[in-house]
């Protein structure tokens, strides 16, 4: 997130035309990330570690897997009851100050035309939807830009990254951030606009995995700045509409 945030700063007027293009035109919305005292943690205690530090009543576990916690299919498959798992799905839906925060600052942002959650590893585009196997009313048009992000990244580092819907990724994964953004829900306060939700899962395919090099950081930066100049370019020129 920070190095697309310098790209576009670095970028604006007079630097580069299809960036001041852009800017002048939309409103680039970054949140390096949502889970703080998780984030923490993996500084003081635990550097591989993924929920949120909730203390779970009646459980020595703790954590809340944020990205199973969103009101979009909540409690189904892909995301677990037991609070010692990693897909630990909360006790309800959006149980999470997190999850809330997220979701009452787009709503209270709209509209939003896009919007990407960032994961890593293994090189993804992941467009809606994950709680199943049926295509969304926007496949086509999604399918079409995942693949276009895609070769994006390609052109900028000959880097392969594949383009495909969640579901095909994980099998079913429920309550995810960016199933959300492409919901119902969502979309119901989002100024007659359907968000194109995507889930990006950034270097590399497991060589190192979660413990990616610090010499690959610029060069992830260099290739993804690619794919969301075309990403917003897209929906810049075509937002989904709600009818």
């Known amino acids: 997130c920070m190095y697309i945030a310098d790209y576009l700063l670095e970028n604006y007027q007079g630097f580069d035309d299809r960036v001041t293009k852009l800017l002048d035109q939309m409103e680039f919305i970054f949140i390096p990330f949502v889970n703080p005292d998780g984030y923490e943690y993996t500084w003081t205690s635990d550097r591989l570690w993924r929920k949120n530090r909730r203390v779970n009543k009646g459980s020595n576990c703790v954590g809340v897997d944020l ?7 909540w409690g189904g498959s892909g ?3 037991d609070p010692c798992s990693q897909t630990y799905h909360g006790t309800s839906e959006a149980s999470e100050p997190e999850t809330q925060i997220t979701i009452n600052y787009f709503k209270k942002n709209s509209p939003i035309v896009g919007a990407i959650d960032w994961h890593s590893y293994h090189q993804l585009i992941l467009r809606p939807y ?7 009313p926007d496949e086509a048009k999604l399918d079409k830009l995942g693949d276009n992000m895609a070769k994006s990244i390609y052109e900028a580092r000959r880097n392969y990254y594949t383009s495909m819907k969640a579901v095909e990724e994980a099998n079913q994964t429920t309550g995810t951030a960016s199933d959300w953004f492409y919901s119902d829900n969502a979309t119901k306060t989002n100024g007659g606009y359907r968000a194109a939700g995507y889930t990006i899962s950034l270097r590399d ?3 190192y995995g979660f413990l990616l090099p610090p010499d690959q950081i610029i060069p992830t930066g260099v290739e993804i700045v690619e794919a969301v100049l075309t990403f917003a370019e897209t929906l ?8």
Do not use: A, M
């Open 236 to 243: 810049l020129q075509s937002p989904i509409h709600v009818v």
């Open 130 to 136: 994950g709680w199943t196997k049926n295509d969304c």
């Open 67 to 73: 990205n199973r916690n969103y009101p979009i299919h």
């Open 79 to 81: 995301s677990s009851n």
């Open 205 to 207: 395919t497991g060589e």
